[in-house]
């Protein structure tokens, strides 16, 4: 199985500023990467897919980059409701597995 | 408008069963990958299970043999019988499926449903 292991696993920042959250495969995953966003008592909800790619709805103060086993989602101009918790998630292979998340607080 | 409401869980003994349904709109379960997503009190998110467009199925070691995705094709439903439940099988059961025709990433989530194992 591959393994998604995400930091930091929290993470605090004022509005405006700029987080960085870091996800790295156990293996190489090509581009076979997304993001979530989960708040309290919600379901997930697409972020981000293909690494890079912006799900539509979704605002553009979030980007992904990465390749190969290394990626990174970056949330531009921090907003009150970006307060949530992160996932990454590999689709490269079955079982598919996700991070263990990354805890946004807004200060 | 595309959805996926799930319904069915509740609370449950070990070693009982329990039957999860997702209904699903705005789109044909048969044409996508359906998969079903847990997530245990306070935790992360886990994969559960996958049925594929063709019809061939596939399971996280966690529940493999215990759990049983299927699909009706004609109610356009999504289904996960669980088996031999136990304790950590507690969990938000979510079901979603993968961008249509890509198969790279859940676009569409239900509410989730609650299933707790306990005595």
């Known amino acids: 199985d591959i393994q998604m292991t995400q930091y930091p696993s929290s993470v605090s920042a004022s509005v405006g500023d700029r987080v960085t959250i870091t996800c790295r495969a156990s293996?190489?995953?090509?581009?076979?990467l997304a993001w979530y966003q989960q708040k309290p008592g919600k379901a997930p909800k697409l972020l981000i897919y293909?690494?890079?790619s912006l799900q539509s709805g979704v605002p553009s103060r979030f980007s992904g980059s990465g390749s190969g086993a290394e990626f990174t989602l970056t949330i531009s101009g921090l907003q009150p409701e970006d307060s949530a918790t992160y996932y990454c998630?590999?689709?490269?292979?079955?079982?598919?597995?996700f991070g263990q998340g990354t805890k946004l607080e807004i200060k | 408008e595309v959805q996926l409401v799930e319904t069915g869980g509740g609370l449950i003994q070990p070693g009982g069963s329990l039957r999860l349904s997702c209904a699903a709109s705005?789109?044909?379960?048969?044409?996508?990958?359906m998969h079903w997503v847990r997530q245990a009190p306070g935790k992360g998110l886990e994969w559960v299970s996958v049925?594929?467009?063709?019809?061939?199925?596939y399971y996280a070691d966690s529940v493999k043999g215990r759990f049983t995705i299927s699909r009706d094709n004609s109610e356009n439903m999504l289904y996960l019988q669980m088996n031999s439940l136990r304790v950590d099988d507690t969990a938000v059961y979510y079901c979603?499926?993968?961008?249509?025709?890509?198969?790279?990433?859940?676009?569409?989530w239900g509410q989730g449903t609650m299933v707790t194992v306990s005595s």
């Open positions: 979603t499926r993968d961008r249509e025709r890509r198969h790279d990433a859940f676009d569409v």
């Open positions: 705005g789109f044909s379960v048969s044409n996508n990958f």
């Open positions: 049925i594929y467009s063709g019809g061939g199925t």
């Open positions: 293996q190489g995953i090509s581009s076979w």
């Open positions: 293909d690494v890079s």
């Open positions: 998630q590999q689709a490269n292979s079955f079982p598919r597995t």
